[in-house]
């Protein structure tokens, strides 16, 4: 065990056994242990049948949980999609989008989640990244868990100069002051690793939490960890990789952008470029929105991967064999997600920051006691409805659901519990049928052959975000609506910035359709075949009734 990591377990202890007496009466309601993982995209093992990548632990849900098939976050990048989780709001009302920045309170002081849990009696328990790290600054900084108001017990954030979750980090003279590369094969140990720390301090949180709680008494616990992998750089111990042959990595079988794709939308891989082995093979002179990276250097990118996923998995199954050592497993709630997916080529794409499949989709899996709904749920869901259904889950007060855009003072949630379907199998309300997710772009200008989108500038250091000179520019937002029975609506609206709503009265500028019965990997914008037409105006007023809060 690291330094740090027994320094915050030896003070826990002593939290723990000074609690008054009020604060450690009979347990009555379900503990809560909430993992979290970075740009994990739901295509690995049995649990999302692609046996390729090797997710052992991950893949005990299938058997013991509920695994999401299809879940979907409402904007693929960390903190945004996070602040959305974790307030129950959607961007639009949070106002933690790219470009505007990442922080959750940015609009004012939401009720979060494990804010929520506290105050209903829970001690709460965070490490790693839940929230997006330092995104609040020095009002909310990462030290006190980006939420100092949400936290019972000292948060545990990762050692210094591991936030993005690499040893060696970036920007230390190993890297000469760089951002290093973004493959790496660590000579280091599980445990020595930024998530194999994290996991060794969950794991001794749990042992605390049952030694001093005791298993069947005490105050009820809610546990977030944040793990790091397989965000970039995908660094992971040399045994992770020596699981995958190179030769035999697959390729990615859409390496192209959509036919009749949108102009100017198309997701330029600015975060990987940053790296230092990374420049080359994305250069613009070789790697542009109709030429592929080539099939080698693909082979090298999807590994790598691979490679760090099969890592985050062996950390999964450290922290659920705590658990089950602890003897909490019977009482214990887990749920398990991802903030987005993650391009591995496909859409000629490598990240997240679209409205694709790839990016939107996320990894969710859920453990409940007693639950009668395992396996793999078709359900569609969103992930602004997790707050409400843990909420249900745990038998605390419910949040109504909210009237619009309501303002932060308001405490009200944008979800829909499915708790139901999770604890007895039966649903008490009908699947809802649309998910939704957003992306922004800037100003849309005629083309010669049709719309063309001005790319949004990105900063260097922080690629997600954007460049201060193009944010007084016009800018467009691309709502995308995936109806459960298989299809997908993107719409693109110009963007009031000062009231964060899209200005839906000329109708959209451009639109995109893809039909994942015929075209599962989403090769062809179908937006001109008249034969949708009924269907897309469906979607699109239902898109409109849901999301126009002007």
Known sequence: MSGGVMVVVCLLQVILCTMAPWMVSAATKPNVLMIAIDDLRPQFGQAYNVPEVKT??????????????????????CGPSRASILTGRRPDTTHTMSPFGWCWSTRGQFTTLPHYFRENGYITAGSGKIFHPDACGSADPHSLGDDKTAWSLPYFPEPECVQWGSIPCPHTKYWNNTMGDSVFVSDLDDEQLTDGQLATHARALLANFSKQIGVEAGQPFFMAVGLHKPHLPHIAPKK??????????????????????????????????????????????????????????????????????????????????????SGLANNTIVVLWSDHGWHLGDTNSFGKCTNFESATRNTLMWRVPGGKNTGKSNRLVEMVDLYPTLVELTGLPPMRSCVGDEPPSVNCLQG????????????????????????????????????????????????????????????????????ASGYRLTEYYPYNKTSFSADWSGGPLAREFYDYGLDPLETVNHIGDSSYNTLIAEMHNGMREDLDHT
């Open 240 to 325: 992770y990789f020596d699981m995958y042959e190179l030769s035999n990595v697959s390729l990615t079988p859409n390496p192209h952008v959509p036919k009749n794709f949108t102009q100017g939308a198309w997701y330029a891989s600015q975060e990987i470029r940053t790296y230092n082995d990374a420049r080359k093979q994305f250069a613009d002179d070789g790697y542009t929105e109709v030429q592929p990276i080539s099939d080698v250097d693909l082979r090298i990118h999807r590994r790598a991967y691979f490679a760090a996923t099969s890592y985050v998995d062996a950390q999964v199954g450290r922290i659920m064999d705590a658990l089950g050592s």
């Open 416 to 483: 829909e519990s499915y708790a139901s379907e999770l604890s007895s199998g039966v649903p008490m309300r009908a699947a809802k049928q649309f998910a939704y997710s957003q992306w922004m772009y800037g100003e849309i200008k005629p083309g010669n052959s049709g719309p063309v989108i001005e790319r949004l500038q990105h900063e260097d250091v922080a690629p997600h975000l954007i460049s201060e000179s193009w944010k007084a520019g016009p800018l467009t937002v691309g709502y995308t609506a995936r109806l």
């Open 56 to 77: 052992p632990n991950m893949d005990k849900f299938v058997d013991s949980g509920t695994v999401m098939q299809y879940s979907y976050v409402q904007q693929a990048v």
